[in-house]
């Protein structure tokens, strides 16, 4: 069964940081392109960052730049969402999502997503 699992996710401060973990099984990751996504009640999915397969992460949205980047790990199938400076509008849940491309993390065409997991930044 192909899948892709987060974890990571938790209540934190404004001004910390958190690194979501996004592990795969079932299908070959390393050609796989990694997408994170993120929903807030009442908002629809928003794109954060989609990550190639050679690891270099792109399309990364506006209002995380310069505070969130991505990264993956071949070797052991697992790709990571790394944030900080976090804020308040950042709480959301946490999608991973695989696209067969390598290249692009269309949000209406991945291939696999996972469950999520749940970011809450609030003091």
């Known amino acids: 069964q192909s899948q892709v699992v987060e974890s990571g996710g938790a209540l934190v401060q404004p001004g910390g940081s958190l690194r979501l973990s996004c592990a795969a099984s079932g299908f070959n990751f390393d050609t796989y392109a990694i997408g994170w996504f993120r929903q807030a009640p009442g908002k629809e999915r928003e794109r954060v960052l989609c990550i190639g397969r050679s690891g270099v992460s792109t399309d990364l949205d506006s209002d995380v730049l310069g505070r969130f980047s991505g990264s993956r790990s071949n070797a052991n199938n697992t790709a990571y969402l790394q944030m900080t400076g976090l804020k308040p509008e950042d709480t959301a849940v946490y999608h991973c999502?695989?696209?067969?491309?390598?290249?692009?993390?269309?949000?209406?065409?991945?291939?696999?997503w996972g469950q999520g997991t749940q970011v809450t930044v609030s003091s």
């Open positions: 999502a695989a696209h067969s491309s390598g290249f692009f993390c269309p949000s209406g065409g991945m291939n696999y």
